[in-house]
């Protein structure tokens, strides 16, 4: 598509449920990543995959949190048995591979409320 | 010290004012910086790329010292449609750390 797609954009869930967060990239862009940004606060890296290679799961703040790509395209974040610290907006970022000067393009976001 | 830092304002300034935003760095490899901006409840979006040799894109100007690892944004002419928050970003090693972003507020 022209841009990176996001859905839903809006989530309230009851803390202890789980959740799935789904991005579709720029067609043609090898590098997905996902970062969450909770209010007042900066962008927090999640994780990041790179075509076939295995993806970086260094920023997944606990084993509640996975995410896969099927395909090269789509990604879904999953966060398992959710806190109320989970609440924030969960950005989707897409690059193609030689980022050089033209840095990311991200969705307008997924904002999950745990209640 | 943190990845990247910035001041996080707010910045109040008037219309038509020159405001400069700075950022430092950690990772003296980095090679790649960038500005983006975030309106209130949106996504970040590019604002710029920043080169070695500094780069201007209209009323905005960006400088990068690699010796002191410190990057700075310059906007001239400050528009009302300036207003929102400037962040640093640095390639780290992969993926892109962004600043906590500095607020800026053009006011009429």
């Known amino acids: 598509g022209a841009g990176v797609s996001q859905s839903p954009s809006n989530k309230v869930t009851e803390k202890g449920k789980d959740v799935e967060l789904r991005c579709d990239p720029i067609?043609?862009?090898?590098?997905l990543y996902w970062y969450r940004q909770s209010l007042g606060q900066g962008l927090e890296f999640l994780i990041y995959f790179q075509g076939n290679s295995a993806p970086d799961k260094s920023g997944l703040p606990s084993d509640r949190f996975s995410a896969e790509r099927t395909g090269g395209s789509v990604s879904t974040l999953t966060i398992q048995r959710t806190q109320q610290e989970d609440s924030a907006v969960y950005l989707c970022?897409?690059?193609?591979?030689?980022?050089?000067?033209?840095?990311?393009?991200f969705g307008s976001g997924t904002r999950l409320t745990v209640v | 010290r943190k990845e990247v830092e910035q001041d996080p304002g707010p910045f109040n300034v008037p219309e038509g004012a020159t405001v400069a935003f700075n950022c430092t760095y950690s990772n003296s490899a980095s090679q790649s910086f960038f500005w983006y901006r975030q309106d209130c409840r949106k996504e970040p979006k590019l604002l710029m790329s920043v080169y070695s040799s500094g780069n201007e894109d209209g009323r905005f100007t960006a400088q990068l010292n690699r010796a002191s690892q410190y990057i700075s944004l310059l906007i001239r002419d400050s528009k009302l449609s300036d207003s929102a928050t400037y962040l640093c970003?640095?390639?780290?090693?992969?993926?892109?750390?962004f600043g906590k972003g500095t607020r800026l507020s053009v006011i009429a």
């Open positions: 970003v640095v390639e780290g090693n992969t993926p892109l750390v």
């Open positions: 970022a897409s690059s193609s591979f030689l980022i050089d000067n033209y840095g990311y393009t």
């Open positions: 067609s043609g862009h090898t590098a």
